[in-house]
T-cell receptor
């Protein structure tokens, strides 16, 4: 079992739907991340939150909207997605803020998203 | 530009047949070199962090080593349950706080 919990595990949504992915960690980590992973590819960074503030946005389309309500929670709001957005969406956390420490990422098991 | 390259892309071994996976990195000012294991449909599971050349870490049948240009993940007498994709990642002072992933090695162990 991982210490980063993601819900839901699977999500199927139409192109006009609005949905949200949720992530929670209780390790006291101060940085949280969203990654997107396509089959047989490595994870691709989307967003980084450091001390609850957005510190990195990898030029992600605005149909993906991140939110960090507190240091333990991270959401990803989805709206008007395209079929090519279908992927495994991974949440991760690290002990220290990126750029200041070399602590590893700890990943959740992801949400498998299918856009129809 | 910082880069992480893994080889081979896929590796099939017989149970008990030891081997090594390679991770070459070009990162200015290495902060950390990370190894992860990923099972199908799951998130990557953290295995090791290496910080400086000459460092070695072990866990069960796995041993990770680091030089100034490469890291190796040695698998001794593997079992079918070691089958997974192994990801290498690096963080450098010049990479603007990002961890750069290699494309992974898909390891398959036949009984």
């Amino acid at each position: 079992d991982t210490e980063v919990t993601q819900t839901p595990k699977h999500l199927v949504m139409g192109m006009t739907n609005k949905k949200s992915l949720k992530c929670e960690q209780h390790m006291g980590h101060r940085a949280m991340y969203w990654y997107k992973q396509k089959a047989k590819k490595p994870p691709e960074l989307m967003f980084v939150y450091s001390y609850e503030k957005l510190s990195i946005n990898e030029s992600v389309p605005s149909r993906f909207s991140p939110e960090c309500p507190n240091s333990s929670l991270l959401n990803l709001h989805l709206h008007a997605l395209q079929p090519e957005d279908s992927a495994l969406y991974l949440c991760a956390s690290s002990q220290g803020p990126p750029g200041l420490t070399n602590s590893p990422l700890h990943f959740g098991n992801g949400t498998r998203l299918t856009v129809t | 530009e910082d880069q992480v390259t893994q080889s081979p892309e896929a590796l099939r071994l017989q149970e008990g047949e030891s081997s090594s996976l390679n991770c070459s990195y070009t990162v200015s000012g290495l902060r950390g070199l990370f190894w992860y294991r990923q099972d199908p449909g799951k998130g990557p599971e953290f295995l090791f962090t290496l910080y400086s050349a000459g460092e070695e870490k072990e866990k069960e049948r796995l041993k990770a080593t680091l030089t100034k240009k490469e890291s190796f993940l040695h698998i001794t007498a593997p079992k079918p349950e070691d089958s997974a994709t192994y990801l290498c990642a690096a963080s450098g002072y010049s990479s603007a706080s990002k961890i750069i992933f290699g494309s992974g090695t898909r390891l398959s162990i036949r009984p």
